[in-house]
């Protein structure tokens, strides 16, 4: 299974999510590291991703390569993280035929409607566990 983990300026968010993905799925699954900024990418391959690639063509090039696409409801939005996601990049995504699992960090000025209010270290594990789910049901 191919999983990308999308995440832009610190790279926080993403650095998160793969050490989880680590802890709970060990080296099974081939974790690549997409981030708008080479500092989000080598924080999240210090975090155990297997390869990571930064800037608006690596995002467009990946996004239909891979299985799951993990990171904040921020990535398919144009113009978000400061300016620092591209319509390009927010358009890939959208359309990669990836599954794509969105934690709901409302700092972009989205809101999603029927989501708790949760510190985001809960909807990093809850995306965790829809991952193994999503992966079960699809024998993989």
Do not use: W
């Not at 995002?59 to 990171?71: E, K, L």
């Not at 409801?73 to 996601?85: D, Q, R």
């Not at 927010?90 to 809101?111: D, M």
């Amino acid at each position: 299974m191919r999983i990308a983990v999308i995440d832009g300026q610190g790279g926080g968010i993403g650095k998160v999510i793969i050490e989880k993905l680590r802890i709970n799925f060990g080296n099974n699954n081939k974790i690549l590291a997409l981030g708008t900024n080479a500092v989000a990418v080598s924080l999240m391959i210090k975090a155990g991703a297997d390869e990571g690639a930064s800037g608006e063509n690596a995002i467009v090039f990946n996004a239909p390569t891979v299985d799951y696409i993990m990171g904040s409801v921020a990535i398919i939005a144009p113009h978000a993280m400061l300016g620092e996601f591209t319509p390009r990049m927010a358009e890939a995504i959208a359309q990669s035929s990836a599954r794509k699992i969105l934690l709901p960090v409302n700092r972009c000025g989205l809101y999603i409607a029927g989501i708790k209010k949760e510190p985001l270290l809960y909807y990093m594990d809850d995306a965790v566990d829809l991952l193994r789910e999503l992966s079960e049901e699809a024998g993989r």
